[in-house]
T-cell receptor, first 113, second 114 residues
Framework: GAGVSQTPSNKVTEKGKYVELRCDPI?????LYWYRQSLGQGPEFLIYFQGTGAADDSGLPNDRFFAVRPEGSVSTLKIQRTERGDSAVYLC???????????FGEGSRLTVL | AQSVSQHNHHVILSEAASLELGCNYSYGGTVNLFWYVQYPGQHLQLLLK??????LVKGIKGFEAEFIKSKFSFNLRKPSVQWSDTAEYFC????????????FGQGTTLQVKP
């Protein structure tokens, strides 16, 4: 597609459940980023992939959060044992290498009840 | 830790007024600087960026920003705002030699009254 695609656009789940959020980056973009944005805040960095490997996962808040990018294209952010505090918009971005402009998707809004 | 501060959280202007949004960062090394905009219901879009060279950069839709290294600032300006500029504006910094991640400020909500 022309832009970064994220699914689902909205996800409502119950506390304790497992959630997967998917990101399909712009074709050919080697770098992929996950951010989290809470209401009234700027995007907060979670993890960065260069190709298939996580080059920087310093923003993942704890071990309930995990992300993969097995073929260097689509990425999945996985959240185990969700908590109400995980409610936020999860943004994905991609770029041509780590020095390029970041292109963002529309985000996946996660609500944990 | 590196941080980005946007001092104006909510700005209300009338059409044709001039705009300046402040952005300061805390990092002593080489940086790349960005302003992103998020219109209601849309995704983040790049307004402009500074990597090197002329510290006055021009972006889309008549926006410009000036990098002042001595002040660690990268303020966004527009001489005359329009109602369609109503949006949330985010300043972001990328540290040179870093993984490429951007560090964002908390954002400024701009409301332009027609």
């Amino acid at each position: 597609g022309a832009g970064v695609s994220q699914t689902p656009s909205n996800k409502v789940t119950e506390k304790g459940k497992y959630v997967e959020l998917r990101c399909d980056p712009i074709s050919g973009h080697t770098a992929l980023y996950w951010y989290r944005q809470s209401l009234g805040q700027g995007p907060e960095f979670l993890i960065y992939f260069q190709g298939t490997g996580a080059a920087d996962d310093s923003g993942l808040p704890n071990d309930r959060f995990f992300a993969v990018r097995p073929e260097g294209s689509v990425s999945t952010l996985k959240i185990q044992r969700t908590e109400r505090g995980d409610s936020a918009v999860y943004l994905c971005a991609s770029s041509q290498g780590r020095a390029g402009e970041l292109f963002f998707g529309e985000g996946s809004r996660l609500t944990v009840l | 830790a590196q941080s980005v501060s946007q001092h104006n959280h909510h700005v209300i202007l009338s059409e044709a007024a001039s705009l300046e949004l402040g952005c300061n960062y805390s990092y002593g090394g080489t940086v790349n600087l960005f302003w992103y905009v998020q219109y209601p219901g849309q995704h983040l879009q790049l307004l402009l960026k500074y990597f090197s060279g002329d510290p006055l950069v021009k972006g889309i839709k008549g926006f410009e920003a000036e990098f002042i290294k001595s002040k660690f600032s990268f303020n966004l300006r527009k001489p005359s705002v329009q109602w369609s500029d109503t949006a949330e504006y985010f300043c972001a910094v990328r540290l040179s030699g870093n993984t490429g991640k951007l560090i964002f400020g908390q954002g400024t909500t701009l409301q332009v009254k027609p």
